[in-house]
């Protein structure tokens, strides 16, 4: 019998395939003790587990693909040299030969220990090492309770095809997951704008979230069909409607071809207003998109997913490569890039960091606020920005800032490095405009005050949604309140634009209701001339920037403000969308 599920599309397409589930189970670690004549042979067995351990890494790394864009094969290496030094598991063979331990819970004894160790460092990337050692000791955990490998290590492409299901999935899961081919995948948790849900779109994977309780209703090998634009899973799908789905699929395909033609079509509204349309990119294998769909630019570089899944941070030379190359690519076309955006869900190791946690890390030492309490994270990249900035089209914008003495400090620090370039002779861009993103209330309603000392804002919708209706955004309870169209977020969102009006700078939109095409007369009839959007959308926005008359906007957009709630504002787009294209 077919069953239909529901959640939360977020990432579009419809994929056919079989599922995979997912298990994130934790390790339940044995504790017992072992009989003296038993000593030598617990000990061969931890050796085993060693080279077993060893085998696997050197598996997964031979079979990363050359195109990977994240550096997953020296996250592995150093794994693997860890696994190398004998050090490792001196002290468990000590606790099985003189507390006659069983291996597991002694090499548990060894990682609480270290990871003490790690926990007193003051430095954010030296606390990191202490997440290396649970992996390791974990993998040799698994490998000794002959647990088969997490699946998105696998080092074959047996996922090809596959749809897979999971509890959740971190960011850093998913790029990892991205290189084995999997059709499309479903989670049981998350929100509409968790960077799982924006690295789906960008990776053009279908995808849904909050899918609660799927694992329960569907099986390994279970054929299903997920449909990322209407956010539904049909589990062994009937033959109709697979006949249906797949005439939907070819639809789909046929559709968004066709946009394609409009690439070269400058965006001009009907009544001859040009609206400029960016593209926002997570990795920068990516940037190859931004032609393909006719960008005028980069209006977005997430730059923190060049941190993930390594081992040390990106040094000044590697983030000036990295942007020399983009900017190779982009050819002369504009790249905003933002600095480093860590924290709350986007960590380095994919955010499953043991011991003590922030209890609201969205509300915690998140974006700017990191980079400026961790200097050393901070200085490469803007000084690599500004190296860059000497051959090309280069913005420079700083996430999350919420009050001036940030900004007096974005700039002091800048100052300093052009000073230090000057002194070295190191060529710049001198007028390298700075701007900022507006995604705290604090920061949309002092807006006027952050125009008059930065080049360009640009509106993070995602963030400022969150803060300010107060709902987490990767927390699926609270996917029902979530609400571009909350009259306060429209209220943030005019005085925003407003205040870029009155300073003379521009103003753009770069969170994900700029590319949600119901959104885009609205924002137009608010006055937002410069979208910043996925790649895989911007398309479909220009065709309605291209059917619509900002003549006719205006009315409807004052009405949306003065509007009592996001469902009038809902109702009133709908007619907005039905009566003027
Ligand atoms: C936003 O908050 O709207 C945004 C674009 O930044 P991110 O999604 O990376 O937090
Ligand atoms: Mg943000």
Redo the contacts with the bound molecule.
């Keep these: 019998m077919t069953i239909a599920m529901h959640g939360v599309g977020v990432s579009r397409g419809i994929a056919i395939g079989k599922a995979h589930i997912i298990e994130q189970e934790q390790l339940d670690i044995p504790e017992y003790n072992i009989k003296p004549a038993q000593i030598d042979a617990e000990i061969r067995r931890l050796h085993e587990a060693v080279t077993s351990a060893k085998q696997q890494l050197r598996a997964i790394r031979d079979h990363i693909p050359p195109t990977t864009s994240v550096d997953i094969a020296s996250f592995i290496d150093t794994h693997l040299l860890m696994l190398e030094d004998a050090v490792l598991i001196q002290e468990p063979i000590r606790l099985v030969r003189e507390s006659f331990y069983n291996a597991e819970w002694a090499l548990k004894l060894q990682c609480d220990a270290l990871v003490n160790v790690f926990e007193e460092m003051d430095d954010a990337y030296l606390r990191t090492r202490r997440d290396d050692i649970e992996h390791v000791i974990n993998r040799i955990q698994r490998v000794l309770l002959k647990h088969t490998l997490l699946p998105h290590e696998s080092p074959d492409s047996s996922l090809q095809g596959y749809i897979t299901l999971a509890n959740d999935l971190t960011p850093a899961d998913t790029v990892l997951m991205q290189h084995q081919g999997i059709a499309a995948f479903a989670t049981e948790l998350g929100g509409p704008?968790s960077?799982t849900a924006?690295l789906a779109r960008s990776l053009g994977i279908p995808a849904i979230i909050g899918l609660h309780q799927a694992r329960r209703y569907i099986k390994e090998d279970d054929l299903v069909i997920l449909d990322g634009i209407r956010g539904v899973i049909l589990v062994d799908p009937d033959e109709r409607s697979l006949a249906h789905y797949r005439k939907l699929q070819e639809q789909d395909r046929k559709y968004y071809s066709g946009l394609i033609t409009l690439r070269d079509t400058p965006t001009r509204t009907k009544d001859d207003t040009l609206v400029e349309l960016y593209a926002?990119i997570e990795l920068p294998k990516d940037f190859e998109t931004v032609r393909a769909v006719g960008a005028c630019g980069v209006g977005?570089y997430?730059t923190?997913f060049l941190y993930m899944n390594r081992e040390s941070p990106p040094d000044e030379e590697e983030h000036f490569k990295t942007y020399m190359e983009v900017l190779n690519i982009l050819n002369g076309l504009p790249l905003t890039i933002?600095t480093l955006?860590l924290g709350?869900d986007?960590q380095v190791d994919g955010g499953r960091q043991k011991g003590p946690v922030q209890s609201n890390p969205a509300l915690g030492l998140r974006?700017i606020r990191l980079c400026l309490k961790e200097p050393a994270l901070f200085y490469p990249q803007l000084k690599a920005i500004l190296r860059a900035s000497a051959f090309g089209a280069v913005r420079l914008m700083i996430?999350?800032l919420s009050n001036t003495e940030e900004i007096d400090q974005v700039q002091q620090i800048i100052e300093e490095i052009k000073t230090d370039l000057d002194a070295k002779n190191i060529a710049y861009d001198h007028d390298l405009p700075v701007g900022c993103?507006i995604?705290v209330p604090a920061a949309a309603i002092c807006a006027d005050i952050f125009a008059q000392r930065l080049d360009f804002l640009?509106?993070?919708?995602?963030?400022?949604?969150?803060y300010t209706i107060a709902i987490d955004?990767v927390n699926d309870e609270m996917n029902y309140l979530y609400d571009p169209l909350h009259p306060a977020v429209l209220r943030l969102i005019n005085t925003t634009l407003q205040a870029g009006r009155q300073a003379n700078i521009p103003v753009a939109?770069?969170?994900?209701?700029a590319g949600d095409i119901r959104n885009a007369r609205l924002l137009l009839g608010l006055g937002l001339r410069e979208f910043?959007i996925h790649p895989a959308n911007l398309l479909e926005v220009k065709k309605i920037i291209l059917e619509s008359d900002i003549s006719k906007l205006d009315d409807f957009a004052q009405q949306a403000l003065f509007a009592k709630s996001g469902t009038e504002i809902a109702t009133l787009i709908d007619e907005m969308n039905r009566t003027l294209h």
Excluded at 458 to 466: A, F, P, Y
Excluded at 509 to 513: Q, V
């Design positions: 704008t960077h924006i926002n977005l997430r923190e933002r955006d709350a986007k974006a996430p999350m993103m995604e640009s509106i993070g919708t995602n963030d400022l949604i969150q955004r939109m770069c969170g994900e209701m910043s």
